[in-house]
């Protein structure tokens, strides 16, 4: 972040990092089922430790886990412009963190179940 932009971001009232980089990466990749089951799986294994390294090929990044996070869970059926009928599961995590990135504490567990 330039000194504009973070001078900005102070007078903007904007939460920054220590560092003054927030995080973004994003990635897409078409993955066969079982590919996608081994990457749940490394993730699965990842939150148990409480730490998970994400990367989009090109930036990674180290992500500190909080013993409780926010999970938000969708299914939803849409119509695209063709007609074609595109089905979408999510599966979202969530968490506040400090000025230094580490994870603050979440909430409380709710009844979220995948069988």
Known sequence: MTQAQTSQAQANNTPQLAGGQLLNIKA??????EQLA???????????????????GVTAETL?????????LEAKDVTRRSG????EFELEMEWYVDAHGQPE???????????
């Open 105 to 115: 504490q979440g909430t409380k567990p709710t009844g979220i179940l995948i069988s």
């Open 38 to 56: 081994d990457l749940l799986e490394g993730l699965a294994q990842r939150i148990r430790t409480g730490e998970a390294t994400v990367s989009d």
């Open 64 to 72: 500190q886990l909080p013993h409780t996070l926010k999970v938000e």
């Open 84 to 87: 074609r009928i595109k089905r």
């Open 28 to 33: 897409k990749e078409t993955m066969s089922r």
